[in-house]
């Protein structure tokens, strides 16, 4: 199946600079496509399962699909807005088994606490 994300300035619980989710769960072999409602974002992946190859961060305003083929917690940023926050996360079939490597990924500002939360939710 697709999963829609969208990359927003302002989701409707008042968050500015997010993603329409913080932790996606989806099955593996399901694709999620992110669609930059508001301009200025994009998405780049800085963490995901051992022997993930990271996809190349996507172009500003640009729309991009990824299919998750193995299980496990994914992290992804907005560049642009990390220091924000604007980070999220993607968990495959259910397996989060790798949360305490995400949880170590290194974040500023915002996205440090952020990155505790969302772990937590896990």
Request: net charge positive.
């Amino acid at each position: 199946k697709e999963v829609v994300i969208e990359m927003l300035n302002k989701r409707d619980d008042g968050e500015k600079m997010v993603f329409s989710e913080d932790i996606t769960k989806v099955d593996v072999g399901d694709t999620i496509k992110w669609v930059p409602t508001n301009k200025g974002h994009n998405v780049e992946f800085v963490a995901g399962p051992e022997g993930f190859a990271l996809p190349k961060k996507s172009g500003l305003n640009k729309e991009v699909s990824i299919t998750f083929d193995k299980p496990g917690v994914y992290l992804y940023i907005c560049t642009p807005h990390k220091v924000m926050g604007m980070i999220a996360m993607v968990v495959v079939g259910g397996d989060v088994s790798n949360k305490d490597a995400i949880a170590k990924v290194k974040m500023i500002g915002r996205g440090k606490k952020k990155l505790s939360s969302l772990v937590e939710q896990l």
